[in-house]
């Protein structure tokens, strides 16, 4: 079974149809029910983390910086918001309110912050899953693979990021995160 299908089914998805990204629309278009991210009303603060450029139109350019953006962090100087903020150029409003204030559980953010921990995800890698349903002009699913690097001030490591799961849909032209399926 391929990892879409294990999601789509633990998810309650057919692999036939892809769910909704919002609630169904109306009777306007599929874009209607789709609203992007405000743009943020101050600069997330100065960190180490890097997330490489993507073209909006590009649905796996955008789904590898979600990627990059959302697991990575820097423990010295990351908020409680500075996930939020990485991930607003490209996730939906819906999802933004969702993750809102999201971050390790205290016991191990403190620890990370003791350690001056970095994670960066690099390398990432999108593509479609052959099971899949195909794609169309306003939705599509994608597959990520990466590699996590963790620095601390004992060194290095580096590991393989699970593969995360994203739908994303598209309006006016530009791709947007909707839905992490971890």
């Not at 996730?91 to 953010?109: F, H, K």
């Not at 990432?124 to 052959?130: G, K, L, N, T």
């Not at 590991?159 to 995360?164: A, G, K, S, V």
């Amino acid at each position: 079974m391929t990892v879409f299908m294990a999601v789509a089914a633990l998810s309650g998805c057919h692999t036939h149809t892809v769910p909704p990204p919002n609630p169904a629309p109306s009777a306007t278009t599929a874009t209607a029910a789709v609203t992007p991210s405000p743009k943020p009303t101050s600069a997330p603060p100065e960190g180490r983390v890097r997330i490489p450029a993507s073209d909006p139109d590009s649905a796996t350019e955008v789904a590898e910086s979600f990627v990059v953006a959302y697991w990575s962090y820097d423990a010295r100087s990351d908020t409680a918001d500075s996930r939020t903020e990485r991930i607003r150029p490209y996730a939906t409003s819906a999802l933004l309110t969702q993750e809102q204030g999201a971050r390790p559980p205290s016991a191990e953010w403190s620890r990370a912050q003791e350690n001056d921990e970095l994670v960066q995800i690099t390398e990432p890698r999108a593509y479609r899953d052959p099971s899949a349903p195909e794609p169309n002009d306003l939705m599509t699913m994608l597959l990520i693979e990466g590699t996590r690097t963790i620095t601390t001030g004992d060194g290095e490591r580096s590991e393989p990021l699970p593969t995360q799961v994203l739908s994303l849909v598209n309006h006016d032209g530009a791709w947007y995160v909707n839905e992490f399926l971890r």
